[in-house]
């Protein structure tokens, strides 16, 4: 309200303003920084760089090392060849991965933002080919400025053109971990690459030279998910890259040969190299913002200047909340590292570690599904011996070839058959194995047809018998459980049991009958009928 109430004086209102919806971008030209943990930068970009570009290049057992075959389902890392049944790995990598960035924000902010993000790196990467190409900041600065010239346009087209050979060359690498890329280089050559190998070379490409060439801190500031939720990993034990305020401030020039005591001023001298520095443009002296990715330039920056001005280094240093509160030493700091969180996080980070590296050494090679055949399930294929039909699917998960033999056991007299054996499957291979199961079904016909299922098992060569049992007592009609056991040949130590199910249908072979279709009941159990002709077909639908 203006004026008393009542008034009828005109209302003023505030007068309107346009207010822009974002931010107009300031180009940033960070200044080159030497130091201890610009080292570590560029150390970490050396080798995840070396392990990206390099990897796909190495040979194992005569394939690539390391191949994610996406058209086969199969993935190669050097000797371990996962499937997709083995997707249980692949969820353990990514809690791993989560439980790691959780316990290192904890213990050291956004070290992976300062050191190890692909987008740090790349820009890395392209700001050094920028400064070669066309100078330190200020040149940059006054190139920016100046007006079109063949001088200008030439540095700009030679660092266009090295930030796109780089940027191509990381799509594809990184097309290289799914198809084989020895292979896609000469697909490159002959230039008979196939549409999603070109689609994927040229958006990875593309998304290298946007994010690092010119989106830059952009990425960091408006479209990485996690530097707006970092905050809630951090408490007040959290390194985090921060500016000594008491020590520094009032801050102020001076000449190196003035006191900075007697003059009454703190330790900053104002030059403003942190900022200058700095990747995303901040001024980490206002305080911890979210847009530093704790790369620790700043930190190298301002040494140089207190070396220079003779003042003790860490001026910006890494530091906890609690340090600054408290006046803590390194090594105060280093304790409280050990605290609840950092314990339970490294605990459960070891313990889910050492249980899939177990996992993994132990992991059988062999590998099977037991499908019941849908199309029969149980028929006679002489009076009391009863057949079912399965296929079996069997994996060599690893790089040795083997042999394996196929045995069932659970019912009596129960015997494989339709299938030779022993089964040879290649390296990283799988099979799928059509077989038939007998079972003799009653007292007074077990041992003859016993006997003449073996005497076809015989003739056929086929069954190694292994399992078959003799012991006599009416089989009930419906589902019984059965084992299967398939075992290597040569490594009895590979072995798997897979349990499934056999269906007896009505004993109606007596009076020259076999039953009908069975139907499955809604507990799984079958419902058998007694009609029909021996011989005939007697089951449908599928069960394991
Ligand atoms: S404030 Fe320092 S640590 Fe943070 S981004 Fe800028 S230079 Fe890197
Ligand atoms: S680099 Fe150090 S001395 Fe220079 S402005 Fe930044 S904090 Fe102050």
């Known amino acids: 309200m203006n004026g008393p109430p009542g008034s009828l004086a005109p209302k003023l209102e505030p007068p309107s303003q346009e207010v822009a919806l974002y931010e107009i971008r300031k180009r940033i030209h960070p200044r080159a920084v030497h130091g201890w943990f610009a080292g570590w930068r560029w150390t970490l970009v050396f080798l995840t760089q070396a392990i990206f570009y390099g990897l796909p290049w190495l040979s194992w057992n005569g394939r690539q090392a390391v191949l994610f075959d996406l058209a086969a389902r199969k993935f190669y890392i050097f000797g371990a060849v996962f499937w997709p049944q083995d997707v249980i790995y692949l969820a353990v990598l990514l809690i791993v991965a989560a439980l790691a960035l959780f316990l290192f924000t904890a213990i050291a902010g956004r070290v992976w933002c300062g050191y190890a993000c692909p987008q740090t790196v790349y820009t890395e990467i392209f700001l050094w080919i920028e400064r070669r190409i066309e100078g330190e900041r200020l040149a940059r600065i006054r190139l920016d400025a100046a007006r079109w010239s063949l001088d200008k346009l030439v540095r700009r087209a030679v660092k266009h053109v090295s930030w796109l050979a780089v940027a191509l060359w990381t799509g594809y690498t990184f097309v290289g971990y799914f198809s084989p890329i020895h292979d896609l280089g000469v697909s490159v050559l002959t230039r008979s690459l196939g549409p999603w190998e070109s689609f994927w070379i040229l958006f990875y490409g593309f998304a290298t030279y946007g994010n690092a060439g010119f989106m830059r801190e952009q990425v960091c500031k408006y479209m990485c998910p996690y530097a707006r939720f970092q905050s809630v990993m951090f408490d007040k034990d959290t390194l985090v890259i921060t500016y000594d305020r008491e020590r520094g401030e009032p801050r102020g020039a001076r000449a190196r040969s003035v006191d900075p005591r007697q003059k009454g001023i703190g330790d900053c001298v104002d030059c403003g190299i942190c900022v200058q520095v700095c990747p995303t443009g901040i001024d980490i002296r206002n305080g911890l913002q979210y847009e530093c990715i704790g790369c620790a330039a700043c930190i190298d920056g301002c040494n140089q200047v207190m070396d220079k001005m003779s003042y003790p280094r860490g001026l910006i240093r890494y530091a906890t909340e609690n340090a600054l509160a408290r006046n803590l030493d390194a090594h105060s700091i280093q304790k409280r590292m050990l605290r609840p969180r950092m314990l339970i996080y490294g605990a459960l980070l070891l313990a889910i570690i050492a249980i899939a590296a177990g996992s993994l050494a132990m992991r059988n ?82 041992d003859e047809n016993h006997e003449r299922g073996r005497d076809e098992r015989h003739e056929e060569g086929r069954g190694d018998g292994r399992h078959e049992e003799r012991r006599h007592g009416a089989l009930e ?26 269906i007896v249908p009505r004993r109606c072979h007596l009076a020259g009958v076999v039953p009908p279709p069975l139907a499955l009941a809604a507990d799984g159990r079958a419902v058998p009928g007694c009609h029909g002709v021996a011989g005939e077909r007697v089951g449908r639908g599928a069960q394991r």
């Open 365 to 446: 090679p062999l590998k099977v599904d037991v499908i019941r055949d849908r199309g029969a399930l149980a028929r006679e294929s002489v009076p009391g011996l009863i057949e079912n039909v399965y296929r079996l699917q069997l994996m060599n998960t690893d790089e040795t070839p083997r042999r394996f033999t196929i045995a069932a056991a659970g019912l009596p007299g129960i015997a494989v058959v339709g299938v030779e054996q022993p089964i040879a499957i290649g390296p990283a291979s799988t099979r799928l194995i059509a077989l038939r199961v007998q079972v003799p079904v009653d007292d007074a016909d077990r």
């Open 477 to 502: 009609p419906g589902p019984h459980k059965i084992e299967f056991t398939i075992s290597a040949v040569e490594d009895q130590e590979v072995v798997r049991h897979e349990k499934s199910s056999f």
